[in-house]
């Protein structure tokens, strides 16, 4: 079955550190993998998405994912974090039909200065 | 814009009281979506639509009920809420194809009592 495991609940970093968050997906196919980002009362908003190609994807804000196909991952990057990037963030796997999606259960960050 | 509106944002109600929450979408999306967002289990889909007059059952489909008359809206009908049903909602649409991302809403926070 399809699914998507984001390992980490919450995290802490201090600003200006760098940040991974993890996701592990279990897919029979290609699949094609999102990143997701939910500020406090708002909606959800792509980061990046992958679906062939450079295993190396740039999304907005200055983060990044890296598509690792022996290790079923799809890791979310970035190298020095704002106070604005606390939020939830959510990894998806597309599923086969009707542009539908599986989430993983989040990752909250928080940043502290 | 380019936007997903729903309506309303906040609601707190009562036990077994009829309630819509309305989707709409100015983006002529085919695809549409509601999914509940609860802690610890991120998003579980409720109901899908691939176009007007074709709806599906996600993963939690009970209690729940979809129309899709109008290609722009996608309203979700509690008919009889429980306290189970309390939860954030969000509403989601895409185009057609395989590797299109999905817009959210900015959700609706539910209570029952």
């Known amino acids: 079955a399809q699914s998507v495991t984001q390992p980490d609940i919450h995290i802490t970093v201090s600003e200006g550190a760098s940040l991974e968050l993890r996701c592990n997906y279990s897919y029979g196919a290609t699949p094609y993998l999102f990143w997701y980002v939910q500020s406090p009362g708002q909606g959800l908003q792509l980061l990046l998405k992958?679906?062939?190609?450079?295993?190396l994807v740039q999304g907005i804000k200055g983060f990044e994912a890296e598509f690792k196909r022996s290790q079923s991952s799809f890791n979310l990057r970035k190298p020095s974090v704002h106070w604005s990037d606390a939020a939830e963030y959510f990894c998806?796997?597309?599923?086969?039909?009707?542009?539908?999606?599986?989430f993983g259960t989040g990752t909250s960050l928080t940043v502290i200065p | 814009e380019a936007q997903v509106t729903q309506n309303p944002r906040y609601l707190i109600t009562v036990t077994g009281k009829k309630l819509t929450v309305t989707c709409s979408q100015n983006?002529?999306?085919?695809?549409m979506s509601w999914y509940r967002q609860d802690p610890g289990l991120g998003l579980r889909q409720i109901y899908y639509s691939m176009n007007v007059e074709v709806t599906d059952k996600g993963d939690v489909p009970e209690g729940y009920k979809v129309s899709r008359k109008e290609k722009r809206n996608f309203p979700l009908i509690l008919e009889s809420p429980s306290p189970n049903q309390t939860s954030l909602y969000f509403c989601a649409s895409s185009p057609r194809g395989r590797h299109t991302e999905a817009f959210f809403g900015q959700g609706t926070r539910l209570t029952v009592v």
């Open positions: 983006m002529n999306h085919e695809y």
């Open positions: 992958y679906f062939s190609g450079d295993t």
């Open positions: 998806a796997v597309g599923r086969n039909t009707g542009n539908q999606f599986y």
